[in-house]
């Protein structure tokens, strides 16, 4: 399990893939479901939604464990200033992996909609509910929602100009192996 030469682990690898589908997939759901009109489509997908805010947040979980417990490979050479900008927006989106899944649960609580896993698990309450706690938690969910997808946009971004422009391996460490 230790990472090759400059790679992560498989383990660290997988969980960054599956959280980033699961995040581009519980956003996209997200701003979609908020426009459509009252219906069982939407009730449908409001519970998708929450289903998937919990995994990723239980993903997220464990992704931050995992990378307490096992070292990442050594940075690669680059400027003081991008090392400072990959390094913040890498704790920046740690924070919103947590931040957004349980602003969300607290809105959704405060709404008197309980979260029921899978249709099948409820989950506690995260607040009491109580209507002008969850008007005044809504937008945050969205504004945290939008500032982890300009983010992630940035780490992208990063990683892409690493791969095409620096061609120093960067992306290759997260990429899963091709058997070698």
């Excluded at 908020?34 to 929450?50: A, G, I, M, V």
């Excluded at 990683?159 to 391996?169: I, N, P, W, Y």
Aim: charged share 10%; aromatic share 12%.
């Amino acid at each position: 399990m230790k990472p090759t030469a400059g790679r992560y682990t498989s383990i660290a690898i997988a969980l960054h893939w599956l959280l980033a589908l699961g995040i581009l997939t519980a956003f996209c759901v997200g701003v979609y479901m908020s426009d459509l009109p009252f219906s069982p489509q939407r009730l449908k997908l409001y519970n998708w939604h929450k289903w998937a805010g919990v995994t990723i947040l239980a993903l997220s979980a464990l992704r931050l464990l995992w990378r307490l417990t096992h070292r990442p490979p050594a940075d690669v050479p680059m400027p003081a200033w991008q090392r400072l900008a990959a390094h913040g927006t890498h704790h920046l989106l740690y924070l919103l992996f947590f931040a957004v899944p349980l602003v969300g649960w607290a809105y959704s609580s405060a709404a008197g909609f309980p979260i029921v896993l899978f249709g099948v698990l409820p989950l506690p309450d995260f607040v009491s509910p109580d209507k002008a706690l969850s008007e005044a938690i809504k937008p945050w969910h969205g504004y945290l929602a939008y500032a982890m997808a300009v983010l992630v946009v940035l780490h992208v971004a990063g990683a892409l100009k690493h791969h095409f422009v620096d061609r120093d391996g960067l992306l290759a460490r997260m990429l899963p192996s091709s058997g070698r």
